[in-house]
C-alpha cells in the first residue's frame, strides 16, 4: 500500500490557492497572441476540469479507472445529440447530460468498486472499451466514426460562438475570448468544489480508505457508499467537461471515448500528482503542449510520452507537484 | 503558501510554452502550404505517402525555381489519426503559422472537424479524404481530390451489374472508412439494380474473419462479394476468402489499390477486382492514353527517391499539391479569394487520379468513371476495359 | 450447417490458440511478481518484427527468428532491471502504468526504427490448411496449438521439477521469505520477465503467418491475450491456454451466429462476467486476501 504522506491532505484555508489560481487564469490571456493560443489554453482549462474530477477518484481513493474517457465522451454525445435531435437548450442539455452520464456511473459503480487493484483497472477497462465501440457502431445515432458535428453554445438564447464576435460593456470581444472565459471559469469553478469535496466529511473517508480499506470499514466508514460517490463525482465532472468541449469544437468523435484518451487522462492525474488538485492542471498543461513542441518530430512523441509515464511512476510517484513541492518544504525547513 | 506555488509553477510552465511557441517572423517571401496529415496512428496507410508526397514535390518546385518567384514552405503537423488533435494544428496553421493554402486531412473525421475552422478563416482548403459529405453540399472554401465513396461504390457496383452479380454480400471494417463504404453501398445498391443479401462487419485490428466469411458464403442466392476496407484487414479477408475456397467473384474497394495489399495477400488476391486509378498499371498503358505521362512521371519519382512502392493516397497529396500550385499561378498572387476563384475554374487538369473538371457546383471534378476497374493476375495488377 | 459450426469452431480454435500463447507470457510474470504487464504484447511485435527486420537485413529465416526471440529476451530483462525494480514497493497502480509506459515507449521505438508498414511472414508448413468435415482449418493453427501445449508442459516441469522454477515460485508467494532462504529475488524476478519476453517472441513468430506483424501488433493481441489470462485464472498456465481457446470460441460464434457488428464487445463483456462472478477466472486459486 503505498503510504500516505498527511501532508498532501492540506486542509488549512483553501483561499491562498484559489487566489493564485485565479490570478494565473487572469493574467494568462496576456500571452496569448493569437486565436491558437487561446485555444490552446481552453483546451488546457477543459482536460484540467476532467483530470480534477478524476484526482478524486484515483489521487485520494486510491481506484484505478482505466476507462474513465468514456465519461468524457458520454458527455460529450449526449449534448451533441439532445441539442441536434431534441432541440433542447445546450445549458439544459449539459445538465440533462451529466445526470445521465452519473446514472450510468452509479449504475456501472456499484458492481465493479467491490473490486480491488488490477481488477477493478481490468472493468474500467472493460467498460471503457465497450463504451466505445457502442458510439463507434451505433452509426445511425452517433455518426460512427466520422463523428458528429455539434451545435454551438448558447445561453438563455444568446449564442455564443467561437465564431462570432461580442460586445460586453462596449468592449469588443471574439468568441473564442468568451470561450476562454467559460472554461477557465468552469475550470474555477471545479476546483474550487473539488477542495470543498476534499475538505468534508466525503474527503475525510476517502483519505481513510485509501490508507487502509479494512480499516476503514473496521473503524465504521461505509466505504462502499463514498467509493460510488467519489466515482460518480469524477464521472459528471468529466460529463460536463465533455459537453463544454462539444459546443467548442463542434465536432465530436469516437476517439473521445478511446482507450488510448483515458491513458492520457491517467497520465496527466499521475504526472501532475496524485491528490494534488493543482497538480493536475499543471499536468493537463504539460501533457496538451508536448505534442506542440514535438511538431516536426512526431514521431518521437509516443517514445518521450512512454518515457515520461514510466520516470514519473519510477521517480516521482507522487508526481510532479507534490514531489517538487516537498524537495521546497524540506529545503525552508 | 505551498498551493499558491504550485499554482505560480503552473502559469510559469504555460507562459514559456506560449512564449517559445510564438510565430516567427513571417519572411513575407516564402509561400506558405500547411497540412495536417494522419502520419502516424490508425490512418497512417494513408497519411504517410501523403506527406512523402508533399515533400517530394515541394522540394522539386523550389529546385525549379519556386511559385511565383518565391520559394515554398510545407507546415505540416501529424494528428495521429485523431479528428480532435487534427482540429488543433488546423487551427495553428490558419491563426499562428497563417498559412496560404491547406492541402491536407487524410480522414473524413480529421476533415471535418476542422472545415468549420477553415470556413470562418476564409483559405483555400483541399482535403484528401474521401466521404462525399466534405464536397456534396458544396462548402466555399473547402475542395477535395479523391472520388467519393459512394462513386467507388457506384463503380463497383456498375461492374458488378455488367457481369450478371446482382445479389451481393457485403464486409466492411468498423473504421471510418469502411464503415462510409458501407453506408453508402447499401444505399445506392437498390437504385443500381443490386441486393445486398448479406453484410458482415469486422474490426479493422482483427486477425480472423473466416467466421464472417462463413455466414456471407451461406447466404442463400449469393453471387459476389465485396470488402470495403483499407490497410491489413482486407489483406486477412482475402487470404481467409482464399483459404476457405470460396470462388465466387470478390471486389476490394479502392482503399486497397496499393502494391504493399498485393504483398501482404500473396496469391490469395487472383482474381480480385477493384476500382482505382490506372496508377498501378501506369507502365501497362498504351502511351496514349492521356494519363501516361503524369502517371509514370509520379509513379518513377517516387518510388525512386522513397524506395517503397507507390500508393494512391499519396497520389492524393499529388494531385492537392498540383491543384493548389495551378491555382496560385493562375491567380498570379496568393490572395485567398482569388486562389479560391482559380480553383473552381480548373477545368481539365490531368492528374494521376484523374481529369479533374472543377467548378462552382463541384468541389471534387471528378466522376465514377474516372475509376478504373483494375483485376489481379499473377499477382500483379492487370487493368480491365 | 455443420460444416458451418465447424467453420465457426476451427476459426475460435486458430484465434483462440493465439490468444492462448500471449495469456501464457502474461501468466508467467504473474506468477513471478503479481505485476500485470501491459507490455507482453509489444514482446510479440519485438518477435514478429524484429524476425522480418533481421531477415531484410539479409539473414536466412532460420537465424532471424532465434535473434529476434533474443532481441526481445534482452527487452524484457531490462524492462525489470530498469523499469519495475527500481519502482521498487510501488501499488498495483503505479506498476500498472509502469507498464502501460513501457508498452507505449516500446512501440513508439518500433515505430520508428522500424517503421509502420505491415509485413508477412511464411507459415510453418507447406499446405496451409487442410479439409475437416467441410470446414478449413489452418496448419498453422495447429502448430500455435501444439507449441502452446509444449510449452504449458514445460512450464509446468520448470515450476515443479527445477531449482530455479521453485525459487521463482517462492519468490511470488513471499518475495521477503524467499530472500531469507537464500534466494536472489531480484534476479529471480528478471528472469522470469526474460522467460516471458522469450515467451511472448515465439508467440510473435508463430501467429505472425496469421495475423501480419506490424509495430502496432502487440496492442489488440496484448489486451486480449491478457483479458484470456484473466478469463482462465491468473497465476494458472492452463487456465491461460483455456481462457484463450474461450475466447477465441466465443468471438468466432458471436461472429458467426448472432452479429459481427458486436463481436468486438465480446472479449470485454467477458472480462466483466468473469470478474463479477469468478474474480480469480476460471482455474485461478480462490486466493484469501491478507489483511
Redesign the interface.
Given at each position: 500500500m503505498a503510504t500516505v504522506n498527511a501532508r498532501t491532505f492540506d486542509t488549512q484555508s483553501k483561499a491562498p490557492g484559489l487566489i493564485g489560481l485565479f490570478v494565473v487564469l487572469a493574467l494568462a490571456p496576456l500571452l496569448a497572441a493569437n486565436a491558437f493560443h487561446y485555444d490552446l489554453m481552453i483546451k488546457i482549462c477543459l482536460t484540467a476540469m476532467v483530470a480534477v474530477g478524476l484526482n478524486l477518484l484515483v489521487g485520494y481513493a486510491g481506484q484505478v479507472s482505466l476507462g474513465h474517457a468514456a465519461f468524457y465522451a458520454g458527455g460529450a454525445y449526449a449534448s451533441a445529440l439532445l441539442t441536434q435531435n431534441y432541440q433542447l437548450a445546450p445549458l439544459p442539455a449539459m445538465l440533462l447530460a451529466a445526470v445521465g452520464v452519473g446514472a450510468m456511473a452509479w449504475l456501472v459503480g456499484r458492481p465493479i468498486l467491490h473490486l480491488k487493484g488490477h481488477y477493478l483497472s481490468m472493468a474500467t477497462l472493460g467498460l471503457g472499451v465497450i463504451a466505445a465501440i457502442v458510439i463507434n457502431n451505433e452509426d445511425q445515432i452517433t455518426g460512427g466514426p466520422d463523428g458528429l458535428a455539434v451545435a454551438p453554445l448558447s445561453v438563455f438564447g444568446h449564442e455564443l460562438s467561437v465564431f462570432g464576435s461580442y460586445e460586453w460593456f462596449g468592449v469588443a470581444i471574439t468568441g473564442t475570448q468568451l470561450w476562454y472565459l467559460i472554461a477557465a471559469g468552469g475550470l474555477f469553478l471545479a476546483v474550487w468544489l473539488a477542495l470543498n469535496l476534499i475538505d468534508s466529511p466525503l474527503g475525510r473517508a476517502l483519505r481513510a480508505l485509501h490508507g487502509s480499506e479494512i480499516a476503514a470499514q473496521v473503524a465504521g466508514v461505509d466505504t462502499a457508499k463514498y467509493k460510488l460517490r467519489v466515482f460518480v463525482i469524477s464521472a459528471v465532472y468529466a460529463s460536463v467537461a465533455g459537453s463544454l468541449y462539444a459546443h467548442y469544437s463542434g465536432f465530436i468523435t469516437p476517439d473521445a471515448a478511446s482507450f488510448g484518451h483515458s491513458i492520457e487522462l491517467i497520465t496527466i492525474v499521475v504526472l501532475g500528482g496524485m491528490a494534488s488538485t493543482y497538480g493536475v492542471i499543471l499536468g493537463a498543461a504539460i501533457l496538451m503542449l508536448i505534442p506542440q513542441f514535438l511538431t516536426g518530430f512526431q514521431e518521437l512523441e509516443m517514445v518521450l510520452f512512454g518515457a515520461i509515464l514510466m520516470a514519473v511512476m519510477i521517480f516521482m510517484p507522487r508526481g510532479l507537484v507534490p514531489t517538487i513541492a516537498r524537495r521546497f518544504q524540506k529545503e525552508a525547513a | 503558501?505551498?498551493?499558491?506555488?504550485?499554482?505560480?509553477?503552473?502559469?510559469a510552465?504555460?507562459?514559456l510554452?506560449?512564449?517559445?511557441?510564438?510565430?516567427p517572423a513571417l519572411a513575407a517571401d516564402t509561400i506558405r502550404i500547411g497540412s495536417f496529415l494522419s502520419?502516424?496512428g490508425p490512418a497512417?496507410f494513408l497519411g504517410?505517402p501523403e506527406l512523402k508526397t508533399l515533400e517530394l514535390y515541394i522540394d522539386k518546385l523550389n529546385e525549379d525555381g519556386g511559385l511565383l518567384g518565391k520559394q515554398v514552405e510545407l507546415v505540416h503537423?501529424?494528428d495521429?489519426?485523431?479528428?480532435?488533435?487534427a482540429?488543433?494544428f488546423a487551427?495553428?496553421l490558419?491563426?499562428?503559422d497563417r498559412v496560404d493554402i491547406i492541402v491536407g486531412g487524410s480522414t473524413?473525421?480529421a476533415t471535418?472537424?476542422a472545415v468549420?475552422l477553415i470556413q470562418?478563416a476564409g483559405v483555400p482548403f483541399i482535403s484528401l479524404a474521401g466521404?462525399e459529405?466534405i464536397t456534396t453540399p458544396v462548402k466555399k472554401w473547402v475542395f477535395k481530390t479523391p472520388q467519393s465513396d459512394r462513386q467507388a461504390a457506384r463503380r463497383i457496383l456498375m461492374d458488378m451489374k455488367e457481369r450478371g452479380l446482382t445479389k451481393i454480400g457485403l464486409i466492411s471494417g468498423?473504421?471510418?472508412f469502411g464503415?462510409?463504404g458501407r453506408?453508402v453501398t447499401k444505399e445506392i445498391a437498390g437504385d443500381m439494380g443490386v441486393e445486398i443479401v448479406a453484410d458482415?462487419?469486422?474490426?479493422p485490428?482483427?486477425?480472423?474473419m473466416?467466421?464472417?466469411l462463413?455466414?456471407i458464403r451461406?447466404t442463400e442466392g449469393i453471387q459476389a462479394i465485396l470488402n470495403f476496407d483499407f490497410?491489413?484487414g482486407p489483406?486477412?479477408v482475402t487470404r481467409n476468402y482464399d483459404?476457405?475456397?470460396i470462388d465466387l467473384p470478390f471486389y476490394q474497394s479502392h482503399g486497397v489499390a496499393s502494391d504493399?495489399f498485393l504483398?501482404?495477400a500473396?496469391d490469395a488476391a487472383n482474381g480480385l477486382r477493384l476500382p482505382g486509378s490506372a496508377l498501378l498499371v501506369a507502365d501497362k498503358l498504351p502511351k496514349s492514353d492521356p494519363q501516361y505521362e503524369v502517371l509514370n512521371r509520379y509513379k518513377n519519382d517516387y518510388e525512386s527517391h522513397y524506395n517503397e512502392p507507390v500508393s494512391t493516397f499519396g497520389a492524393y497529396a499529388y494531385d492537392g499539391l498540383q491543384l493548389a500550385v495551378r491555382a496560385i499561378k493562375k491567380a498570379g498572387s496568393t490572395d485567398k479569394a482569388k486562389v479560391r476563384d482559380a480553383l473552381e475554374s480548373i477545368d481539365g487538369y490531368v492528374g494521376v487520379t484523374g481529369t479533374y473538371h472543377l467548378s462552382a457546383d463541384d468541389h471534387m471534378g471528378l466522376d465514377a468513371e474516372s475509376f478504373r476497374i483494375l483485376e489481379v493476375k499473377n499477382g500483379d495488377w492487370t487493368l480491365t476495359q | 450447417m455443420f460444416s458451418e459450426f465447424f467453420q465457426f469452431s476451427f476459426s475460435g480454435i486458430t484465434l483462440g490458440a493465439i490468444y492462448a500463447l500471449v495469456a501464457l507470457g502474461f501468466t508467467l510474470i504473474y506468477n513471478a511478481s503479481h505485476v500485470i504487464n501491459f507490455a507482453q504484447g509489444e514482446f510479440l511485435m519485438i518477435g514478429g518484427m524484429g524476425t522480418v527486420v533481421l531477415m531484410d537485413a539479409g539473414a536466412p529465416i532460420y537465424l532471424a527468428i532465434p535473434g529476434a526471440i533474443v532481441m526481445a529476451g534482452i527487452a524484457g530483462v531490462l524492462l525489470h532491471k530498469l523499469a519495475i525494480a527500481p519502482a521498487k514497493n510501488a501499488d498495483v497502480v503505479t506498476l500498472i502504468i509502469i507498464t502501460i509506459g513501457a508498452s507505449i515507449f516500446l512501440r513508439g521505438l518500433a515505430q520508428i526504427f522500424w517503421g509502420k508498414d505491415y509485413h508477412v511472414l511464411p507459415a510453418f508448413s507447406d499446405t496451409e490448411s487442410l479439409s475437416v468435415g467441410g470446414a478449413v482449418l489452418l496448419t498453422q493453427s495447429l502448430w500455435i496449438l501444439g507449441i502452446a501445449a509444449l510449452l504449458v508442459t514445460a512450464l509446468g516441469l520448470f515450476f515443479t521439477r527445477t531449482a530455479l522454477g521453485k525459487a521463482l515460485l517462492a519468490t511470488s508467494m513471499n518475495k521477503d521469505a524467499a530472500s531469507l532462504v537464500g534466494i536472489k529475488t531480484g534476479a529471480i524476478l528478471t528472469l522470469a520477465f526474460g522467460i516471458a519476453a522469450l515467451l511472448g517472441a515465439v508467440a510473435g513468430v508463430i501467429v505472425a503467418p496469421i495475423t501480419f506483424t506490424a509495430y502496432d501488433i502487440g496492442i489488440m493481441l496484448g489486451l486480449k491475450g491478457f483479458i484470456a489470462a484473466a478469463i482462465g485464472g491468473l497465476g494458472s498456465s492452463t487456465g491461460a491456454i483455456l481462457g484463450g481457446l474461450l475466447l477465441g470460441l466465443a468471438e468466432a460464434y458471436t461472429a458467426g451466429y448472432i452479429s459481427s457488428d458486436y463481436k468486438d464487445a465480446v472479449p470485454f463483456v467477458l472480462i466483466l462476467a468473469i470478474l463479477f462472478f469468478l474474480p480469480n477466472g476460471l482455474l485461478g486459486s480462490r486466493a484469501v486476501e491478507r489483511v
Open positions: - | 503558501m505551498k498551493t499558491m506555488l504550485k499554482q505560480l509553477a503552473a502559469g510552465v504555460t507562459a510554452s506560449l512564449g517559445l511557441m510564438a510565430a502520419v502516424t497512417s504517410d503537423y501529424d495521429g489519426g485523431d479528428a480532435a488533435k482540429r488543433t487551427n495553428r490558419l491563426r499562428q473524413t473525421g471535418m472537424a468549420p470562418q466521404a459529405t468498423t473504421g471510418g464503415a462510409s453506408n458482415e462487419t469486422y474490426n485490428k482483427d486477425t480472423d473466416t467466421a464472417q462463413t455466414r451461406g490497410g491489413q489483406a486477412i483459404q476457405l475456397g504493399s504483398e501482404l500473396g | -
